[in-house]
């Protein structure tokens, strides 16, 4: 929504069709194959929770150290040119599939 709000209605569309594709990637993925794949994945269910958690943990730690440290420096950054459609597309394609919360939902 943050994308679509202060960046042109292309790049919105291209970062909420990023995610959707994930998305249904995932879906036809559980549809295909999720229910084989349950006995297999049981055992290994809680290295993969602590493994999504600990990913969760270092994307935060390193986005509030790259937010906090422009401003202890003194020089706040300017405000960036929007993405192009494609490129945010992509981003949020990787970021949806990337996403540890997604992956234990499937």
Do not use: E, K, Q
């Not at 559980?30 to 969760?56: D, E, H, K, N, Q």
């Amino acid at each position: 929504m943050a994308v679509a709000a202060r960046s042109p209605w292309r790049t919105g569309a291209g970062a909420a069709l990023g995610v959707a594709t994930a998305d249904g990637l995932y879906a036809l993925l559980a549809v295909l194959g999720g229910t084989a794949l349950v006995p297999l994945l049981a055992p290994v269910a809680t290295p993969l929770r602590l493994g999504s958690a600990l990913v969760l943990v270092a994307l935060a730690a390193h986005s509030a150290r790259s937010a906090v440290r422009p401003y202890r420096s003194g020089t706040a950054p300017g405000r960036a040119l929007p993405a192009a459609p494609r490129r945010a597309f992509l981003t949020f394609l990787g970021i949806t599939i990337l996403n540890p919360l997604t992956v234990l939902c499937l």
